[in-house]
């Protein structure tokens, strides 16, 4: 969900992701800190001078009718009202239950009927149409929430479990686009304008919603054209630690066709799922984006048009027959949303069809997408059909702009299947989405995707410039090729020599099965046979390995097949880190926390059991001595050597006061005691778990009265210990 503006290119969560001029990202990204904001800032802070009205907006929407009748009144009001602030609990994670557990009975009720200055707190809800539960909304300010002790630990709560990557902040109608996909773990999935990755958090959960499988088979490319913006996406991938995301930097219009090695023969890569977010005008977004309202005209939609359609595409042209590509847009102008639909539905001549998505999320409002509609200038000079536009504005306004004429086509087109969300209806930002399902392969392209059950006479789908395999459709005729380009619809676009710009990246280097590196690893850890030794990358040719990652099989088979053909900004977990004395102890690698989860299921020795308890001691002292631990742990780390170990707590099912799920914790053995090497907000994420109150005021007073003095970190720190973690902190005994 992006948006842009001719001027201040202002936009919400990104920016105009998939525009190649120069200029224009430049522009985009001097605004980005501005319009980012954050998650629970007070709504509206700077934009006190900014009246909210706009009598262009309002005729035009009004004329077109997109607000059922009577209701106008309600949608202007609603436009002008603060959005709510929605948080998601990372539906992925085997936390998620306990997360939601203590959100339910311990946060919400403290702020349940409190006041502050006369204000009545509303304790936050759950969107009805989210499953399970977990996401929730809230009308709380970072401002309101600073006023009250307990709204102040209820704010540090979810700063820290945002860090470590188990509640994520994102807009309510952000959420839905990744619920329509229906996605799989065996999915293999394309984010064409991913940054700054809220939504793409979201694929990466739903490939991983079966925590018994390390590596699904599925994996999710997640691609924004603005360099710097990748990094903010890596970042937002990196929380939730899968080994089945690649952040890659390409404009998405003409976003390179990969292969891969199947059953010995290169392939091509078509995606059994797309998400299709394209840049827009944002006028949806006028609730949390104020700047809209003064700078909104309807030349923004008309400039993007062409724009996201070529995205949309480049799309369908890389998905699978039978797969599914959802376009989104935060704009409620039916330029960017039903006329985008109805050009690609229109040139793929029966190869796409519009899924009814109706009854994919209960309890979601939503208005049925229109089939007329009419186009404006800026200057509010109406057309109502392409033979309406004079020849002097054909460079603005093009034929695709407009609903089809023939009505038999445009009631097979079924547009009604376009959800348009307003945002009197449930509270949140103006949103369109639509889900489009590939019957067969696009009618410029020559062969048919090889996917799970095709016929066997089917034909594959080719790739641009490849000749026609014999027996195979032939490409269509040169001038209707021509006609394509010249309306500006859809087509094929012409072969780009990719330019690469930006930082210049690290290479990515596999490791063999036999590298020196292996034999100790596996002695130390006693390393499972089925171990994939070939999963495992390091970021350098020379020079001693830093530190070892791993990637899911399917994503190994992308990286070694288009190594040249893409721009790769990052991919894999990291599983171990060298440790400087290490070697001593037999092993030069010890276990990296953020990879811990991937790789136990493949470890089989150096594994510490411990209860509840030990898990407080761990926590909350910095280097506990072995007697510290309950008789049972203590009794297995006696038989422990020195060095990288796990620490691993199993449920009860019998004590229901202790978490209902495992938990996995790098630590080191020392001569004499016992250290957890877990990041800061993870430590707080997992003593909240077993029970320990975290929470500091703002001279970083504990619960119980005594000081401690943060050190030097952004959140309130309640042991002087938990300072902020870092790869190279070497471990002591």
């Not at 998650?39 to 607000?67: M, P």
């Not at 209701?71 to 998620?96: D, N, V």
């Not at 059953?263 to 995606?271: A, E, T």
């Not at 990358?537 to 990286?559: C, D, F, P, Q």
Request: charged residues 25%; neutral net charge.
């Amino acid at each position: 969900m992006r948006t842009s503006r001719k001027g201040s290119f202002s936009r919400t969560c990104a920016c105009l992701d998939c525009v190649t001029n120069t200029c224009v990202q430049q522009k985009l990204s001097q605004n980005a800190s501005q319009s980012r904001g954050l998650f629970w800032q007070g709504w509206g802070a700077g934009y006190s001078e900014i009246i909210k009205e706009n009598k262009l907006f309002e005729h035009y929407y009004t004329e077109l009718k997109i607000v059922p009748e009577g209701e106008f009144e309600e949608f202007m009001q609603a436009m002008r009202e603060p959005l709510p602030a929605t948080m998601r609990i990372t539906g992925y994670k085997s936390h998620a239950k306990e997360i939601l557990h203590t959100l339910k009975e311990k946060y919400f009720k403290e702020v349940q009927d409190l006041e502050v200055d006369g204000q009545k707190i509303e304790a936050p809800q759950p969107l009805s149409w989210y499953p399970d539960e977990l996401a929730w909304h809230t009308n709380l300010s970072r401002k309101i929430l600073r006023k009250s002790p307990l709204l102040e630990k209820f704010h540090q709560f979810l700063v820290s479990e945002t860090e470590s990557g188990n509640i994520s902040r994102q807009e309510a109608v952000s959420m839905i686009p990744p619920l329509l996909m229906k996605i799989e773990p065996q999915h293999k999935i394309l984010d064409m304008c991913a940054a700054p990755g809220s939504k793409t958090a979201q694929l990466i959960e739903m490939l991983h919603s079966d925590m018994d499988i390390p590596f699904p088979e599925g994996f999710v490319i997640a691609n924004d054209v603005d360099n710097k913006r990748c990094y903010l996406l890596v970042h937002q991938a990196k929380r939730l630690n899968s080994p089945c995301i690649m952040v890659v930097n390409h404009d998405a219009s003409s976003i390179p066709r990969l292969y891969f090695d199947q059953d010995g023969k290169k392939d091509i890569l078509f995606y059994d799922r797309i998400l299709c977010d394209v840049p827009c005008s944002g006028d949806g977004t006028m609730r949390k984006n104020i700047d809209v309202w003064k700078k909104w005209t309807t030349s923004n939609s008309l400039q993007l048009h062409g724009l996201q359609i070529r995205i949309a595409v480049r799309g369908v042209e890389q998905l699978a027959v039978g797969g599914r590509m959802v376009y989104s847009t935060c704009s409620l102008n039916p330029i960017e949303d039903e006329a985008v639909i109805a050009a690609l539905l229109e040139k793929s001549e029966g190869a796409l069809e519009l899924a009814d998505a109706s009854a994919d999320l209960p309890g979601l409002k939503y208005m049925p997408g229109i089939t007329s509609w009419k186009v404006m200038t800026k200057e509010g000079q109406w057309f109502s059909d392409w033979s309406e536009v004079l020849k002097s504005r054909h460079t603005q306004i093009r034929p695709t702009m407009f609903p089809p004429t023939d009505p038999e086509k445009l009631a097979s087109m079924k547009l009604e299947r376009c959800m348009r969300i307003l945002p009197h209806h449930q509270n949140t930002g103006g949103f369109f989405v639509a889900v489009l399902v590939k019957k067969a392969p696009m009618p410029w392209n020559r062969r048919y995707p090889k996917m799970g059950e095709c016929p066997a006479d089917a034909p594959v789908e080719a790739v641009e410039g490849e000749s026609p395999a014999e027996g195979n459709p032939s490409v269509p005729d040169t001038p209707d090729l021509l006609e394509v380009k010249k309306d500006d619809v859809c087509g094929p676009p012409p072969p780009k020599k990719m330019k690469l710009f930006g930082f210049k990246e690290d290479p990515f280097v596999f490791l063999t099965e036999d590298d020196p590196i292996f034999p100790p690893v596996q002695a130390f850890y006693d390393l499972s046979p089925d171990f994939p030794k070939l999963n495992v990358l390091t970021r350098t040719h020379e020079g001693k390995k830093r530190h070892l990652y791993m990637v899911s099989k399917e994503l190994r088979n992308v990286l070694l097949n288009n190594s040249e053909r893409m721009k790769v900004i990052n991919t894999g977990v990291k599983i171990w880190s060298r440790n400087t004395d290490g070697e001593q102890f037999g092993c030069a690698f010890r276990l990296a926390q953020e990879g811990v989860y991937t790789l136990c299921p493949y470890i089989r020795a150096r594994i510490l059991n411990i209860s509840v308890e030990d898990v407080k001691v761990l926590l909350t002292q910095e280097n506990p001595f072995l007697s510290k631990l309950g008789d049972d742990a203590h009794n297995q780390a006696k038989k422990l050597g020195m060095g990288s170990i796990v620490l691993r707590y199993l449920p009860d099912p019998k004590d229901l006061n202790a978490p209902q799920c495992p938990i996995d914790l790098c630590g080191w053995r020392g001569k004499t005691s016992i250290r957890a090497f877990v990041p800061r907000n993870e430590r707080l994420h997992y003593l909240r778990m077993v029970g320990v109150e975290v929470f500091c005021d703002k001279q970083g007073k504990r619960n119980d009265g005594s000081t401690e003095i943060p050190e030097g970190s952004k959140l309130p720190n309640c042991f002087p210990f938990c300072v902020p973690y870092t790869s190279d902190v070497q471990p002591t005994g």
